[in-house]
């Protein structure tokens, strides 16, 4: 019996707590301080207001510096959260194409078609997080136009090896219409424009042939928009190659020799091996002498005149070598013919001695030695003979003989020194 009457008058404890719970609940909602109300404010941000009205934005900026795209950018709206940014092709259009949408003032149209010139406004929008309430500005009424630059015309090249022109050189540059060609005289200084043309090739047949020329090239678009500049490039008319330009060919054993004519208004001249340069800085002489290449191996040489405006002539050519340290080279010795023993048209002649140490007066017979006989009567007065191998010095003496083998002989010549190298 004790406890049913526990049992009944909890229930009765747990419905007055509820009846209570409610009413504090219904008090809370309708602005009170209890504990519910404090739950559900500590989360809150407040009511997402609407501004009465947006201002258009203002200070609309188009660019004309990229070419993948072109930024837009514009002065920030009070109360603004959203901006959209709107393209036309005409200035007087209607503007209806959207092309996106930002939450900071600026936005890049990457869907600009190189060297297409665009307008472009900007709207205002605040747009509730909460309900689909919205407030427009309306369009800027300001605008700017831009477009996304054409790309720089790619490999360009400018010849050196022509003598009536120069040609400069390009790969076609895409939605270009025509191509700018710039020439100067420096690097960095002012440039000319030359032409314009519709091709990807220029010769420049007003080049004064020795002068360096500088040149650029720039795309333009159908709307007659500028792209990128080129890199710059050099190249110049040749003028003439130096005359009579010759390379020694087995000559000598440690050098090739090069001799040529000289050429007008130049600084200098460059020496080539093959295609290897041998003068680093343009020599001033019309001599060179090539040291350096392989004993007994042909080259093609070249020479090419540097002129005081920066131009080059054409190169003249001539191949040449090193006599091989195995050969002989041969010498050619001669005299004036002497009838004081050489007499004997039938036995007479005279001997050649030659020798890498100085011959005596006398007691020379066993030297080295060729004999010159006398022939159809006539007396000798010549006689190649072969020094070497290799280089050095020798000594020469010329005999004149009754007989040869053994008839009486003359006095010896002056001794002649032979240096070979």
């Given amino acids: 019996m004790e406890c049913k009457r526990i049992s009944i008058f909890s229930a009765l404890l747990v419905l007055v707590f509820s009846i209570l719970l409610s009413t504090s609940c219904k008090k809370s909602g309708g602005g009170g301080g209890g504990l519910a109300l404090a739950l559900m404010s500590s989360g809150s941000a407040g009511p997402d207001v609407p501004p009465?009205?947006?201002?258009?934005?203002?200070?609309?900026?188009?660019?004309?510096?990229?070419?993948?795209?072109?930024?837009?950018?514009?002065?920030?709206?009070?109360?603004?959260?959203?901006?959209?940014?709107?393209?036309?092709?005409?200035?007087?259009?209607?503007?209806?194409?959207?092309?996106?949408?930002?939450?900071?003032?600026?936005?890049?149209?990457?869907?600009?078609?190189?060297?297409?010139?665009?307008?472009?406004?900007?709207?205002?929008?605040?747009?509730?997080t909460s309900d689909p309430t919205v407030v427009n500005s309306g369009k800027s009424d300001v605008y700017d136009d831009g477009y996304a630059l054409l790309n720089a015309p790619a490999t360009i090249t400018a010849s050196n090896n022509n003598g009536t022109e120069v040609t400069v050189d390009w790969v076609d540059v895409t939605n270009a219409s025509t191509y700018h060609v710039l020439r100067s005289t420096t690097q960095t200084g002012s440039y000319t424009d030359l032409d314009t043309i519709n091709v990807s090739l220029y010769n420049d047949t007003t080049a004064i042939a020795?002068?360096?020329?500088?040149y650029k090239v720039i795309a333009y678009s159908a709307t007659d928009l500028p792209g990128l500049e080129?890199?710059?490039?050099?190249?110049?008319?040749?003028?003439?190659?130096?005359?009579?330009?010759?390379?020694?060919?087995?000559?000598?054993?440690?050098?090739?020799?090069?001799?040529?004519?000289?050429?007008?208004?130049?600084?200098?001249?460059?020496?080539?091996?093959?295609?290897?340069?041998?003068?680093?800085?343009?020599?001033?002489?019309?001599?060179?002498?090539?040291?350096?290449?392989?004993?007994?191996?042909?080259?093609?040489y070249k020479v090419v005149a540097v002129h005081t405006n920066g131009g080059k002539s054409f190169p003249a050519e001539d191949p040449g070598k090193r006599r091989s340290?195995?050969?002989?080279?041969?010498?050619?010795?001669?005299?004036?013919a002497n009838r004081e023993k050489a007499v004997n048209s039938s036995g007479g002649g005279y001997r050649v001695y030659y020798r890498t140490s100085s011959i005596p007066d006398t007691g020379f017979e066993s030297i080295t030695h060729a004999d010159v006989p006398w022939v159809s009567g006539l007396?000798?007065?010549?006689?190649?003979?072969?020094?070497?191998?290799?280089?050095?010095?020798?000594?020469?003496r010329v005999v004149g003989y009754s007989g040869l083998n053994s008839g009486s002989t003359s006095r010896p010549s002056t001794q002649i020194i032979k240096t070979i190298n």
Avoid at 75 to 104: I, W
Avoid at 238 to 255: L, Q, V
Avoid at 274 to 292: C, I, K, R, V, W
């Fill in 52 to 128: 009465a009205s947006l201002a258009k934005p203002t200070g609309v900026t188009a660019t004309e510096s990229f070419t993948d795209h072109v930024t837009i950018t514009w002065n920030a709206v009070p109360n603004a959260r959203f901006y959209k940014v709107y393209r036309d092709e005409s200035e007087a259009g209607t503007y209806g194409l959207l092309l996106g949408e930002n939450n900071v003032a600026s936005y890049n149209d990457t869907t600009a078609t190189q060297g297409l010139i665009y307008y472009y406004k900007v709207e205002a929008e605040w747009r509730s």
């Fill in 210 to 214: 020795g002068t360096k020329y500088y």
């Fill in 230 to 300: 080129s890199t710059v490039v050099n190249g110049y008319r040749c003028t003439a190659a130096p005359g009579n330009f010759t390379a020694s060919d087995g000559t000598f054993y440690t050098r090739v020799r090069l001799n040529w004519d000289p050429a007008a208004d130049t600084t200098g001249y460059e020496v080539y091996r093959g295609e290897t340069l041998l003068t680093p800085t343009p020599t001033g002489s019309t001599t060179y002498d090539d040291t350096a290449g392989v004993a007994g191996t042909a080259y093609q």
């Fill in 325 to 336: 340290y195995s050969e002989t080279i041969p010498c050619t010795v001669t005299w004036t």
């Fill in 379 to 396: 007396a000798p007065t010549m006689t190649t003979i072969n020094l070497g191998p290799g280089p050095g010095t020798w000594y020469i």
